[in-house]
């Protein structure tokens, strides 16, 4: 599955997905992908600032 790029809120350029983490669902939606592995947090990582930003994702 190809994933959205992200742009740096600070700068503009595209970062990069660095890490990703599972995180606990908040929704009934979210649980559901939860069970399967499929709820994550994506961290991002501007090459150019240096500025980070996350996202949650169901993959
Ligand atoms: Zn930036």
């Not at 939860?34 to 709820?39: E, I, M, N």
């Not at 994506?42 to 169901?58: A, D, M, Q, V, Y």
């Amino acid at each position: 599955m190809k994933r959205d790029s992200m742009k740096c809120p600070k700068c503009g350029a595209e970062m990069n997905c660095h890490a990703e983490k599972p995180v606990d669902p908040l929704s009934a939606k979210e649980a559901a992908a939860a069970a399967q592995g499929a709820l994550v947090e994506e961290i991002h990582l501007c090459p150019r600032c240096g500025f980070t930003e996350s996202r949650r994702l169901i993959a």
